[in-house]
């Protein structure tokens, strides 16, 4: 190896202490976490009715969020890629101000608009009896809330990736906007859907301020993972322990499945 070659590989000795110091500082909980797992009596902690309770309603609600989210998420996605709206650097902004917006304002924002006394949650009880907060269906409002803008900005990115000329030609030969959309720009994007839908499925199977404060921690109807963890963590320790276990195993599985798109090095 030429020398120029082997002076840039090494690795500055003043940036080594601060590098190694914040992999510590990163991983050593983690690690902590699976010393102090009790893993002789895992299986017990783990098969309670109320971890199950737990997990399946996590599992749904974030599954459903994730739903919202695609619904709702692509479409404003190609919006702010594809058109030149008035405004957009502003609607962009409030689309990913819940990314910086603490969790429990947001639930308290979605209390104001979304409660019986909100804003939009008073029409919605007295026109159609419709009850927004402390239900399983308010549990999947406040995942959508905070989970939508990590698949907009997937989205967004891939859509400006992807070569405009394509949707282009196929309206030379006659296909509508919404074809093009459908036939053409949908398979074009299809891997940045997928990576922005299991981030949005991730953060909104991590979610806790929001859900905590717009939907309550009732089990079996509002309690997910994070409440459990946090239920838990003032009654029986070692029962958080194993249910954070679960959750840390998810986020490796989301981090295994996103490494090629996001981990992997240019």
Do not use: K
Request: cysteine-free; hydrophobic content about 55%; charged content about 15%.
């Amino acid at each position: 190896m030429p020398p120029r070659r082997r002076r840039a590989n090494r690795v500055p000795v003043a940036l080594l202490l601060p590098a190694l110091i914040g992999l510590a500082f990163l991983t050593l909980p983690v690690v902590g976490l699976l010393i102090r797992a009790p893993w002789s009596s895992l299986s017990d902690q783990l098969t309670s009715t109320e971890v199950w309770d737990a997990l399946r309603l996590s599992l749904v609600s974030a599954t459903a969020a994730t739903g919202v989210s695609l619904l709702l998420g692509v479409p404003l996605a190609w919006l702010l890629a594809r058109t030149e709206l008035p405004g957009r650097r502003l609607v962009r902004a409030l689309v990913t101000l819940p990314l910086v917006l603490p969790p429990v304002v947001g639930g308290v924002a979605l209390l104001l608009v979304l409660g019986r006394r909100g804003i939009v949650g008073s029409w919605l009880d007295s026109a159609f009896g419709i009850t927004l907060p402390f239900t399983t269906t308010g549990v999947i409002v406040a995942e959508s809330f905070v989970a939508m803008p990590f698949l907009v900005i997937s989205v967004e990115g891939a859509l400006r990736a992807a070569d405009p000329r394509y949707e282009e030609a196929a309206a030379t030969l006659g296909a509508s906007r919404l074809t093009a959309f459908r036939r053409v720009t949908l398979p074009l994007i299809a891997p940045g859907i997928g990576a922005g839908a299991v981030l949005a499925w991730a953060r909104a199977l991590g979610e806790f301020g929001a859900t905590i404060t717009f939907a309550g921690n009732f089990p079996g109807r509002t309690q997910t993972m994070p409440l459990a963890v946090y239920l838990a963590m003032e009654r029986d320790p070692e029962a958080a322990i194993a249910l954070s276990l679960v959750l840390l195993v998810v986020s490796i599985a989301v981090l295994v499945g996103l490494r090629e798109r996001w981990l992997s090095a240019p």
